[in-house]
């Protein structure tokens, strides 16, 4: 009897791969290495990702949807901004990551419809969790904002580990000013 073939098996370990070739090499392989690397054929990655622009779209969508999980996680415990500030200091695989898709991303002549509009989805979806938390759309602004030049600081060096704790903390109080001021 054959076993039953995935299809989503197939396409989550390539997705894989592609992360942690990008992390080891700081650029977005090529398909051909990845479908070596991968164990798949090329036309059996052509099927899942018919295109690099295909693939810089799923290895983003796997990174959103890792966000929404954690931020949707953290409504229990009203740590919604905590969450979102302390994912915004990401570590040394991911800001590894970061800097391959943004290498790719602006080296391109077009950016994708589809990946902007997934990214403008995903940052409604978290400043409404954070407007439910804080009570405020500015505060939720805010926090969104900071969040981002957290993570430009740390992909572009100027925080690192030892003082992201600091930005963290200054961060965290600002958006409380902020959301105080509304109430």
């Known amino acids: 009897m054959y076993a039953k073939f995935d299809m989503d098996d197939t396409r989550d370990k390539i997705i ?6 990008a992390v080891s090499a700081r650029e977005i392989p090529s398909l051909n290495d990845l479908a070596r690397a991968s164990g ?25 949807t890792s966000v929404d999980r954690a931020l949707e996680e953290s409504q229990d415990s009203d ?31 077009s950016s994708s419809e589809n990946l902007a509009r997934m990214v403008t989805d995903a940052n409604q979806r978290w400043e409404h969790l954070l407007d439910r938390e804080l009570g405020s759309i ?31 903390a200054v961060a965290t109080r600002a958006v409380q000013v902020v959301a105080d001021a509304k109430q």
Do not use: C, N, Y
């Open 138 to 168: 500015s505060a939720a602004r805010v926090a969104r904002l900071l969040g981002d030049g957290l993570l430009m600081g740390v992909v572009s060096g100027t925080i690192t580990s030892a003082t992201a704790d600091q930005h963290l």
């Open 79 to 109: 740590s919604v901004l905590r969450t979102w500030l302390e994912l915004s200091l990401p570590g040394r695989e991911d800001v590894a990551l970061f800097q391959a898709l943004a290498s790719v991303f602006f080296a391109s002549k």
């Open 16 to 21: 894989k791969q592609a992360v942690h070739m």
């Open 40 to 64: 798949v054929s090329k036309g059996g990655l052509m099927h899942h990702f018919p295109s690099r622009q295909a693939l810089l779209e799923a290895i983003a969508h796997h990174g959103i």
